[in-house]
Structures are given as C-alpha cells and as structure tokens.
C-alpha cells in the first residue's frame, strides 16, 4: 500500500464512522479515560507562597527572628574538595553542619528565634532561601558557604559577602556567578527567576537595611579575629541572588575554601564547625544589642 493510499485509509475510516452513525442515529461508545490521563504540573510563580520551616526558640513575637540557610543541598553539592584520607569534603555538609551547630547556640543562649531554610539533606531552590526570610519577617538572614580554588590550592580564608550593585573584585564576580548558578542542572535553568532577578538584586532602596547587613559583616569578622583565618580583604560586595530580600539584612558567609587543606581540616569537623558557628552567634547577640539600644 502506498504512503497516499495509507493516509487516505487513516483520514476517512473516522470520517465514515461518524457519518454512518449520523444516518444510523448510532450511538458510538467513548473508552472510559478517567481522569487519570491528565497530567497537572503546577509551577510556582513570583510571590508564590513557599513551604516554611518551624521558628524554634521563645514563643514570643517580639524576639529577634534569625533565619540562617545552609547553601546548596540534595543533588547540588555545591563546592567539592579532598580530604587527608582522600575521601571527598563537600559544601553542602560543611554548610549543613555550620548552621546546625550556629542554630544550637542562638537557642542555648536564649533570647533569640531560630528558622533553617533547610535542616537536613535536601535541595532547595535559590529564589526560596530569601523568600522564607521574607515571609517569617526575620529580622536577620544568613547564608552559610564553603567557596573552592582548585586542587591543592593554598587560598584559604574566610570571608563576608553583602548585596551590592557591583562586585567588590573579581573574584567575588566569580564567585557570585557561580553561586547565582546553583539552580542549573546539566547546565538547564531550573529556576526560571535568574534572568528576572538581576534586575531587583541592585535595587537599594531599602537604606537602613543595607547599612545593616554591613554591620553584621564588620561585626563577623571583629568577633572572628583570634578565632577564625580570613581572606586578605574578607568584606565583599557582590550582586547575589540569596541576598536579594530587600527588607531583610542579609550576609552570605564564606567559611573557608574546601580546596585548602587547613581551612577543610576545620571545616569538616564537628569541633571546627562549632567555632564557626560560635563566632556567628557572636556577632549576631552583638548586632541585635546594639539594634536595641537604638
């Protein structure tokens, strides 16, 4: 049978069916789909209401509120170094373990409420860290990080990153592009808000907010002299996306790089966790005191 012979079998079978049933007045039966056939994807849209994670602490509104987002998670690993036994040391534990133990010692030393973006293994989307700030109105946000150099690099340091229109150098631009990219797997945009969201990222409105989140910054770093290694120039300034909450001070803290045998000997212990996360803490009771004295 010929390709026009088949199409013409394919095109009028239907066609005299139905017409036979007109004459006929017969009814011809529909196969009973059900509804399961239908396929409902609901995609989240801008100002969408994302899940929100318990508020620990004192049940009392009036309590400073920290949300603090360990970076990356699930699927994304974020940065990825070696470890002395060769086994591999990961951003996501690291930024995992950081927050858990700073999360500890807010609610040990009371007075303050405590929201993890993210308190186990999983992925959350970039757009959603800040949103949960947002929609608990925090009176804080800090993102926790590891950044990474190159094998057997010898940069290593800590560093403090807030919001700005413009990198403060170039390598804090590599590093912005790279964290702004979490939301890519196999280089596809999961997200669908990175190219939208530059434009809201240098939107400074909010003064007061911003001349907070460089508070915290300069207070980190005075309370991690003595405790903590920092980079040569460890206030940063870059265009990120997980600090884009305009009403929220917000810092991103880059612990260390995994890539650096001495910063990931820190990094990947429960002991060293705890110093960061005491240094944190810190600076956080200081800000807040300082906040009410205002």
Do not use: C, W
Request: overall charge negative; proline content about 5%; charged content about 20%.
């Amino acid at each position: 049978m010929s390709l026009r012979s088949l199409l013409l079998l394919v095109l009028l079978v239907p066609a005299l069916l139905i017409g036979g049933a007109v004459i006929t007045k017969t009814t011809i039966p529909i196969p009973e789909l059900g509804r399961d056939y239908v396929q409902r994807i609901v995609l989240q849209g801008q100002g969408a209401s994302v899940p929100l994670p318990d508020v620990l602490g004192p049940d009392d509104a009036d309590r400073p509120l920290v949300v603090i987002d360990a970076g990356h998670g699930g699927r994304d690993p974020g940065a990825v170094g070696v470890g002395p036994d060769g086994s591999p040391i990961r951003e996501k534990d690291i930024t995992l373990g950081i927050a858990l133990a700073l999360r500890d010692q807010l609610l040990s030393d009371g007075g303050i409420r405590v929201a993890m973006t993210r308190s186990t293994d999983m992925i959350l989307p970039l757009g959603d860290r800040p949103e949960i700030a947002r929609q608990l109105g925090a009176d804080l946000f800090v993102s926790i990080h590891a950044d990474s150099a190159g094998e057997g690099s010898d940069v290593s340091g800590a560093s403090v990153y807030t919001l700005s229109s413009e990198a403060s150098s170039e390598a804090a631009a590599r590093f912005a592009a790279r964290e702004n990219d979490a939301d890519r797997v196999n280089g596809i945009q999961i997200d669908g808000q990175s190219e939208a969201v530059s434009a809201i990222l240098v939107e400074l409105s909010q003064q007061a907010t911003q001349e907070d989140s460089s508070d915290l910054s300069g207070l980190i770093i005075r309370e991690g002299q003595g405790e903590l290694t920092f980079v040569s120039q460890p206030r940063r300034s870059a265009a990120l996306a997980v600090l884009r909450a305009p009403d929220v001070p917000s810092v991103l803290f880059e612990s260390g790089f995994v890539t650096n045998q001495t910063d990931s000997a820190l990094l990947s212990t429960a002991e060293g966790q705890a110093t960061y996360a005491g240094v944190l803490a810190d600076a956080i009771r200081i800000f807040f005191a300082r906040r009410a004295d205002r």
